[in-house]
């Protein structure tokens, strides 16, 4: 699985920006996820942006004051070299529609069209692509929306929902309420493949009744079959248990909500796993390199000391 955090989308973009011409007017994200995009070569080359519904209807987006004063009083027919940019392309459909929707609109100027991420270095319907991404491929801004899911082991706190707070997770009755009524965090638009969770399988039911409220779709819900929190604390069945369905599964990534969870999952499965704490995937060879490479500035405060 080949996978871009926002920081790696970031990082792409800034180390690209000489490949664009200097006096670009105005740049133009793509809806949605190019707007992302947009709004990220925007800030790092101080250039005024829209989005391309606002950009056909002559509107520019507003800008703070460390933006170029000259570049917020022109209007939209005046700014004749325009970036079109989208985070990424591989059929090339939704490039294609921003060219046919400004060409019919009839807006004169010096287009360029770009993509972050691509299948290949070049595509017939941009002029440039930052970045090849092949598949399997996965972002950080549609990892929960991705047909890939179903080929996936998913955690649920932390990721489904919020994890519970010490005071909730007593093992009883404030347990109890956390379960009915824990805030969700991250909703999945595909149906998952298998929900593997460290919560005990004497609270399936209310798991399965949560999940059923807030729309959730998958085909099997794992739980840890355990007696008490104790019990599993003792025996320190988290990663293990996790590990090991996840190795005798045909998923192809685990996403789970913990750094440390997820680097002992990738060693006791010898598989990828993403973490959400830090959008991260480790892989079974990169575990000795001490910070996963620059990825490890993604880390929290707490894990980097």
């Known amino acids: 699985m080949h996978y871009r955090s926002i920081s790696d989308m970031n990082d792409t973009i800034v180390s690209n920006l000489h490949r664009l011409p200097r006096d670009i007017d105005l740049v133009v994200g ?38 170029r004063r000259a570049a917020l009083d022109r209007k939209v027919a005046d700014m004749r070299k325009v970036l079109v940019i989208d985070d990424s392309i591989a059929g090339g459909n939704a ?3 921003a060219r046919a929707r400004i060409e019919a609109a009839g807006i004169e100027g010096d287009f ?3 993509a972050v991420f691509g299948l ?9 692509v930052f970045e ?3 598949h399997p491929r996965m972002f950080q801004w549609n990892f929960m929306h991705h047909k890939f899911l179903a080929q996936c082991c998913v955690d649920i706190d932390g990721v489904l929902c919020l994890d519970p707070t010490e005071a909730e997770n007593d093992d009883g009755p404030a347990y109890e309420k956390f379960l009915s ?12 493949g298998w929900l593997v969770t460290s919560r005990l399988e004497k609270y399936r039911a209310l798991t399965e009744a949560w999940l059923a409220k807030n729309g959730i779709l998958y085909d099997q819900l794992i739980m840890l079959d355990l007696p008490s929190k104790a019990e599993r604390q003792r025996l320190g069945a988290h990663g293990s248990f996790k590990a090991d369905f996840y190795r005798k599964s045909n998923a192809i990534l685990f996403i789970e909500s913990e750094h440390a969870q997820a680097l002992k999952i990738t060693e006791l499965s010898g598989k990828p796993v993403l973490c959400v ?3 991260i995937v480790s892989f079974p060879d990169t575990l000795s390199l001490p910070a996963l490479g620059q990825a490890a500035r993604n880390l929290p405060a707490r894990l980097r000391q």
């Open 277 to 279: 704490e830090t959008h």
């Open 30 to 67: 793509v809806p949605r996820s190019g707007v992302l995009a947009g709004t990220l070569v925007s800030l790092a080359a101080n250039i005024p942006m829209t989005d391309l519904d606002s950009f056909l209807e002559g509107r520019v987006y507003t800008s703070g004051i460390t933006k």
């Open 120 to 128: 290949e270095p070049k595509h017939p319907e941009t002029d440039l």
């Open 112 to 114: 360029i069209y770009a």
């Open 95 to 97: 490039m294609r529609d």
């Open 181 to 192: 009524e824990a805030r969700p965090l991250h909703a999945p638009t595909h149906r998952i």
């Open 132 to 134: 090849v991404v092949r």
